[in-house]
């Protein structure tokens, strides 16, 4: 059972519509748009006269379907036509969503001659003598490169570099929002590996930090290895660490509303992609019990035929016992179930086949591995992907804090034991006392998150290390 689609901002609508004045006009256009399932959010009038008066009715619908379904009832009211309808989403995209603005005011020759020639001639040669100015004389103390090459964007697939561009100028938009990062996009026209590692590299000077974004597995691991090794900026791949981290922190609040300790817990994994595996692998340094993870073919086991690489390091670390199966004989039995992969692999029988008080993470986006809804009957704690859900978990908690860290470190590279401190840090958020079913993770808006997650990762980096960890 898929869960129902619900009207939100994401499918927000204007409508420019003229009808007839009378003293129950706006009631009729209102009563309509509710009737058709949407939400009235405002009604502006743009013009009047004795006869006709004209209005923006913006809603929110569920999607694009359900937009014309809307605007079809407005169409069909005696009186009533449709000037123009206007996608609020597009329109906020028009243009695009970020701009480099300038920190200098430039208002005279003195200022022009410090910022510029002669005097920036001055400063070039002082990093020529000592390269590790730049991070102080330059943008490289505050930017990092939001890297993609568009094989993996968000759940649509690969849609190639222009079509990646929205995503990550919303990413670099988020960086500056919650933490004061300027970063910017860097969308690649290739998918081959030695390329972007070339090109990455090349690029590396002007940057502090360089986040990964909507990449395929399983060759994300291997362009971030090879520019770890090859970088002296730390190098993220958010779509696994970034998940992995908040993943941590939700589940380290949901054991301890539940009453139990992460090292006595059995964790079933649906999905061994990029968030998977750096989920399982974050949770082995947390001290679980034991890991069984699903992908396609089942659950990973040890000899079982045709096992990637990553896959082969899994298995080695992970499901102490052995088992084969399905995800649904995988499930049974487990304390906690924990989704990156597909809509409605999982139902609420198989939820009450698992140990006393499951928890059930569900993060698959925009449809969930099972309904939140019947996954509650069973489970004594559900989050999902969803920011219609409570318990959202969200990579915004993560990386603008951990990337504020790393630039604050003025650090070379990532470690395990700074993803573990992030992750308390975005559980401390909440804290222990106020946790409950319905409150394991911070809002993203919580002011309280970056830099809390910053401080953690600044304290975990310093002195600098080199590249490596994941």
């Not at 990637?308 to 499930?331: H, I």
């Not at 222990?432 to 970056?450: E, G, L, Q, T, Y």
């Amino acid at each position: 059972m898929s869960i129902a689609k619900l009207p939100s901002a994401g499918f927000s609508i204007t409508v420019r519509v003229a009808l007839i004045a009378d003293a129950s006009a706006i009631g009729r256009l209102t009563t309509a748009v509710g009737e058709a399932g949407a939400i009235v959010t405002a009604l502006d009038v743009v013009s009047s006269d004795h006869r006709r008066v004209v209005v923006d009715l913006t809603c929110d619908t569920s999607d694009t379907a359900h937009a014309e379904r809307v605007t079809g009832a407005l169409e069909a009211l005696p009186g009533v036509t449709v000037r123009k309808v206007s996608d609020r989403t597009f329109l906020l995209h028009l243009g695009g969503k970020i701009e480099v603005t300038p920190k200098v005011s430039l208002r005279n020759r003195d200022e022009l001659s410090m910022a510029y020639t002669p005097g920036v001639a001055r400063v070039c040669q002082a990093i020529a003598d000592n390269p590790d100015d730049a991070r102080r004389l330059t943008i490289k103390r505050n930017t990092v490169a939001v890297v993609t090459d568009g094989s993996a964007v968000l759940g649509l697939g690969n849609l190639g570099p222009a079509a990646a561009l929205p995503v990550m100028e919303g990413k670099a938009a988020l960086f500056k929002k919650f933490a004061g990062v300027d970063a910017w996009p860097v969308c690649l026209d290739t998918q081959d590996t030695d390329q972007i590692v070339e090109i990455v590299t090349a690029i590396a000077p002007v940057y502090g930090g360089i986040n990964l974004e909507d990449i395929a597995a399983p060759r994300c691991f291997e362009i971030e290895a090879r520019l770890r090794e090859r970088l002296d900026i730390p190098v993220f791949h958010d779509d696994q660490h970034g998940t992995a981290i908040v993943v941590l922190a939700a589940l380290t609040n949901a054991l301890h509303v539940v009453g139990k300790r992460i090292e006595d817990v059995r964790i079933t994994v649906s999905g061994a992609g990029a968030a998977g595996t750096a989920i399982m692998n974050l949770l082995l340094k947390a001290g679980v019990g034991d890991i069984i993870a699903c992908d396609r073919p089942g659950a990973l086991h040890r000899g079982m035929a045709g096992l990637s690489p990553a896959w082969q390091r899994l298995v080695e670390c992970t499901n102490r016992d052995n088992f084969s199966g399905t995800l649904a004989k995988a499930v049974a039995g487990s304390d906690v179930f924990i989704g990156v992969s597909a809509p409605n692999v999982l139902s609420g029988a198989d939820v009450a086949t698992m140990a006393t008080d499951p928890i059930v993470f569900a993060l698959a986006n925009p449809d969930p591995e099972i309904d939140p809804r019947e996954a509650a009957e069973h489970a004594a704690i559900v989050a999902t992907g969803r920011s219609d859900q409570p318990n959202q978990i969200n990579n915004v908690l993560a990386f603008p804090g951990v990337f504020r860290g790393m630039l604050d470190a003025q650090a070379t590279g990532w470690s395990d034991e700074a993803a573990l401190a992030a992750a308390e840090a975005i559980a401390g958020v909440v804290g222990r006392d106020k946790a409950n079913p319905s409150f394991i993770v911070p809002s993203v808006f919580d002011p309280h998150v970056a830099p809390a997650v910053a401080q953690a990762v600044k304290d975990a980096l310093r002195p600098p290390q080199t590249n490596g960890g994941s």
